[in-house]
Nanobody, 121 residues
Framework: VQLQASGGGLVQAGGSLTLSCAAS????????IHWFRQPPGKEREFVAG???????NFADSVKGRFTISRDNAKNTVYLLLNSLKPEDTAVYYC????????????????WGQGTLVTVSS
């Protein structure tokens, strides 16, 4: 199983980025896909999740700014980051958990390698 996160970069505050998580080696449509992030010097934290039926959940800190979607035909989940703030700076990871429940914990089945998002003020 591989989860490939991409799309990170340097952006000014107020800007936008789209992250992608491409999965292979698993039955993608049966997995809930999550995004977590780890700011410098801090613990990894839940950002967003989407089930196979496209039910979603977001951390309070990103509600109204981030959007998550999935394309089961492409085995890919997207995270659209809008109205970015310097405190959104982190390495963003995608993770997969079998089943239809969005977990806000790090107890996932599979993890990707992370993509760095840096928001300048």
């Amino acid at each position: 199983v591989q989860l490939q996160a991409s799309g990170g970069g340097l952006v000014q505050a107020g800007g936008s980025l789209t992250l992608s998580c491409a999965a292979s080696g698993l039955t993608f449509s049966t997995y809930t896909i999550h995004w977590f992030r780890q700011p410098p010097g801090k613990e990894r934290e839940f950002v967003a999740g989407i089930t196979w039926s496209r039910r979603t959940n977001f951390a309070d800190s990103v509600k109204g700014r981030f959007t998550i979607s999935r394309d089961n035909a492409k085995n890919t989940v997207y995270l659209l980051l809008n109205s970015l703030k310097p405190e959104d700076t982190a390495v963003y990871y995608c993770a997969a958990k079998g089943g239809g429940v969005i977990l806000t914990t790090t107890r996932q089945d599979y993890w990707g390698q992370g993509t760095l998002v840096t928001v300048s003020s």
